[in-house]
């Protein structure tokens, strides 16, 4: 997934890398230079020599520092246009995941994904693969230098080496379980957070405060825990490796002190960059063994990023997609059977609704009433059974196509941040000004948008949480007016409105909707009194079916769920 992203920038990784091996060059050229220095020109005194050499250093130092300033400047703009395009990617995602895997995931889970792992990515590419790049190549120029320099002395440090890496190897296996549970953990904290802040309102109102901090604290410890364990794997190796590194400098101090001038080739020019080398033969391993917590992070962000992409998007198609352009309204409900987490809510259900017909769907809390909705939708998909919309079963139609045919007023209604007239302008965005207005005076929405401070250009903060539960209701109302699409359900669209403006929805029916298939989920039964057909479920099964009178006669389910309301 991440070399997928990072394709359509290889131009700047490719000068970022050459950057990077270039600085490498001019870090291995120091202490051979030093080296030089002393042997031409400080034991022989040879001042024209030494001149040479200092300009030959401050130029290799000067061409140095410009290649760190290029590797860090395409590193960085990799890593922002590669997180750029992921955060894109990821949001379509997000939009794009069925109900059933948002119901699995969870909002804190998602979010985690876009506010934690991107970062930890981006920390990646801008920093942590030009180090990674930059100690490797480094390691390796070290090592061939010592070799060249002298091998005996060279097999003395790469011993070292040795013993280091397969410490390194042991202490990776346990650090990598350890960050794969930092970011678990720190998933779940912010799942929780999210959590509690969407529902603040009932927690103040229970007095449930000190409950929520203490799921909190318990959740934010075990994150603390978590990364403990990993702090301490990593701060383990730091002392060990500079404990080796002080080792191998004075071994190699100690044996090459005792070569020079015995016929080995060795001098003090070749000893002092011999040293030099060794110096910085544990320099990248350090680095390395630094930037190795970062990078677990990072990989483990990658994988978390990489299961998002896997999971069911919305609404599969089974075979050739099908496209509808003029919906008659047709709705046949087959023998359908679904469930959440394989506990049945509908049980071989059925139900056929005409075109232009108005139908009613009641019953108690939990008979599946806002679930047939869903799948209506296609927000899910039957377990078996069939839906059929004019006569296409809604699994060969895109989610897209099916939902264009729909407009829909949901419980709880929601508003996004914006103008009034940006979100009843959310359904047909191409409506202009007057169409919204009209839509708003049909539904009775317009008096208290005047009140507003800015009319229909006032901004709704907050999902419009300044507005009462029933004006925010009637902008949704106004929203599904202005989408003019053949389909309405309304879903229990009334439960927060008062009687003058349930009142005005009822006649809507018999005039804006009156053409259109109309499917009215109610609690309130005056609301659908006036449907042609009403559908009674309980259980997940249909138990009755009928005008109001008719139910009313039956003595059923109906009526008694009619007279409880009518007796209050």
Known sequence: MLGAAINPYRGELLVGSLAVALTVLGELAIPWLFGL???????????????????????????????????AYCMGRLASQVTCDLRVALFARTQRLSLRAHDQMGAGQLLSRLQNDVPALEELLSSGLASVLSDSLLLVGVVVAMLALNAALA??????????????????????????????????????????????????????????????????????????RALRLTALLFPVIEILSAVAIASVLFAGGLLIGTGHGLTIGVLIAFLGYVQRFFQPVMTLADRYGAMQLALAASDRISELFDVEVDGQVDGGAQHLKLVRGEIAIEHIYFGYRNIPVLQDLSLVVHPGQHVGLVGPSGAGKSTLVHLLLRFYDVWDGQIRLD???????????????????????????GSVLDNIRFSRVEASEAEVREAAELVGADNFIAALPEGYQTDLRDCGERLS??????????????????????????????????????????????????????????????????V??????????????????????YWRLYSMQTAK
């Open 469 to 534: 539960a029933g004006q925010r209701q009637l902008l949704a109302l106004a929203r599904a007016v202005l989408a003019d699409r053949p389909i309405v359900i309304l879903d229990e669209a009334t439960s927060t409105v008062d009687p003058e403006t349930e009142q005005r929805l009822r006649q809507m029916l018999t005039t804006v909707f009156r053409s259109r298939t109309c499917l009215i989920v109610a609690h309130r039964l005056t609301t659908i009194r006036d449907a042609d057909v009403i």
């Open 37 to 71: 220095a002393i042997d031409r020109g400080v034991v022989t005194r040879d001042r024209q020599w030494l001149l040479g050499i200092a300009a030959l250093f401050l130029l290799v130092l000067a061409i140095t520092a410009l290649m760190r300033w290029l590797q």
């Open 536 to 557: 009674v479920l309980d259980r997940g099964r249909i138990v009755e079916r009928g005008t109001h009178n008719d139910l009313l006669a039956l003595h059923g389910l």
């Open 155 to 228: 097999l003395i440090s790469c011993a070292v080496l040795l013993f280091v890496g397969g410490m390194i190897v042991v202490w990776r296996r346990r650090v990598q379980q350890s960050f794969h549970a930092t970011r678990a953990t720190f998933g779940q904290v912010t799942s929780l957070l999210a959590e509690t802040l969407a529902g603040r309102v009932v927690v103040q109102a229970f007095v449930r405060e000190e409950m929520a901090e203490a799921r909190f604290n318990q959740v934010n410890h075990a994150y603390l825990s978590a990364s403990a």
């Open 391 to 417: 006569g296409v079963d809604l699994r060969k139609l895109r989610p897209d196509t099916l939902r264009r045919q729909f407009s829909m007023v949901a419980q709880e209604p929601f508003l996004f941040s």
